[in-house]
């Protein structure tokens, strides 16, 4: 793919690995995924969970939140992306320097100016390295790509921070419909089959209450999880569990499963 020579682009970490590297595949098999997400009414979320494993584990699951976006298509215009960090480890919310992010289906210009804006909080850092390798934010570009026209991202890899520091984050950002929120997270992990279904069912419950206190036991992606919940709460926002399953559903091992489950926020 080539290279834009007047920005820097963070290229694909896991095409080929997570997703199909090939457009062609790549496209076909999002597609796929969106028409097979069980049919919902036209109502628009604010916000969603969706999980971020490779997609024959965790496609179909991400997909019945990303079929939601459909009315949206021509009113979303910007993307504010939380995911948890797993390679590199930073204190806060982390920003990439970089102007662009690139996936087999294109690029995706990042919204600098909100960037920018963000490095005024404390919390808030730069660490293109946070992103280089991070699979938990480029899982979902693909999906955003398909269903959205135009949009720009606010991609924040979150490390060590807490609710509150991710809500402020939000706060920051929140604006009007134009404005999606997408958290990445996984449920448990590496549970037998029927031990995960009783967690991850107690994990969903929770985050539907829009409970603070979920851990990175029940959810890979908790401190953006419970940093969404806190700012859904100020504003009264309404969560639905959408799809609940986990990988011996998905991929068919059911010794050691992860949990995957995909929710919606509506105001």
């Not at 490390?159 to 920051?172: I, T």
């Not at 999606?180 to 069912?201: C, K, P």
Request: net charge neutral.
């Amino acid at each position: 793919m080539p290279t834009p020579a007047t920005q820097s682009v963070r290229s694909p970490a896991v095409a080929g690995l997570f997703y199909p590297a090939d457009p062609d595949t790549l496209s076909r098999t999002v597609s796929g995924l969106l028409g097979s997400a069980a049919a919902r009414a036209a109502k628009a979320p604010k916000a969603i969970i969706a999980p971020h494993a490779g997609y024959v584990y965790s496609g179909p699951i991400a997909a019945s939140a990303y079929s939601l976006l459909a009315p949206m298509r021509d009113t979303i215009k910007r993307v504010v992306l939380l995911g948890p960090t797993h390679r590199v480890a930073v204190r806060g919310l982390a920003v990439p320097s970089v102007g662009r992010f690139a996936t087999p289906l294109g690029f995706v210009d990042l919204e600098t100016a909100a960037l920018d804006e963000l490095r005024a909080l404390q919390q808030v850092v730069v660490s293109d390295a946070a992103h280089a390798l991070e699979h938990s934010l480029e899982v979902h570009l693909p999906f955003l790509q398909t269903v959205l026209r135009e949009f720009k991202l606010v991609p924040l890899a979150v490390g060590r921070a807490d609710a509150r520091e991710v809500a402020a984050v939000l706060d920051a950002l929140w604006g009007g419909p134009e404005t999606l929120i997408v958290v990445s997270s996984d449920l448990s992990h590496y549970l037998t089959y029927r031990e995960a279904q009783g967690i991850d069912r107690a994990t969903c419950e929770a985050i539907v209450a829009l409970k603070t206190d979920v851990d990175h036991e029940q959810a890979c992606g908790a401190t953006p999880v419970c940093g969404l919940a806190l700012a859904a709460r100020r504003r009264n926002l309404q969560a639905e569990l959408l799809d609940l399953r986990n990988s011996g559903d998905t991929a068919g091992d059911k010794n050691r499963v992860v949990g995957y489950a995909a929710f919606a926020f509506y105001e």
